[in-house]
C-alpha cells in the first residue's frame, strides 16, 4: 500500500455516465466512456456513491462509510480506503477535485 495523500480530495467527475446494476452484496458499475464494468463491493459502492455527492478526501470517505472518525481515521483503514480511490482514479470512475 502506497502512503496516501492527506491533501488530495476525489470526487466522480460525470456521475451521468456511470450506469448502476445493484446486487445484494455490492454492485456492477458499467463506465461509459471506457467501455469496461466494474464489480464493486459493498463499501466500494458506498464509497462511489458518497464521491457523486461532492468531493472529499480519504479520512472523510472512511468516517462516511464506518470506518473511523474523520478527526481520527484509523491508519490502516485509511491507506486501504487511499488504495481503492487511487485505483478508481486509474479506471476513469472518479478524479482528484480542484475544490
Known amino acids: 500500500m502506497l502512503e496516501p495523500d492527506r491533501r488530495a480530495r476525489w470526487r466522480v467527475d460525470r456521475p451521468d455516465e456511470l450506469v448502476w446494476a445493484n446486487f445484494d452484496s455490492g ?3 458499467y463506465y461509459r466512456p471506457s467501455g469496461k464494468t466494474h464489480f464493486l463491493n459493498a463499501s466500494s459502492v458506498a464509497m462511489l456513491e458518497l464521491l ?3 468531493p472529499a478526501d ?3 470517505v472512511c468516517a462516511a462509510i464506518g470506518g473511523s472518525s474523520a478527526a481520527d481515521p484509523l491508519a490502516e483503514h485509511i491507506l486501504q480506503v487511499s488504495d481503492v480511490l487511487r485505483n478508481f482514479e486509474r ?3 472518479i478524479q482528484r477535485s480542484q475544490l
Open 27 to 29: 454492485a456492477a458499475v
Open 52 to 54: 457523486q455527492v461532492g
Open 58 to 60: 480519504a479520512a472523510e
Open 91 to 93: 479506471v476513469g470512475l
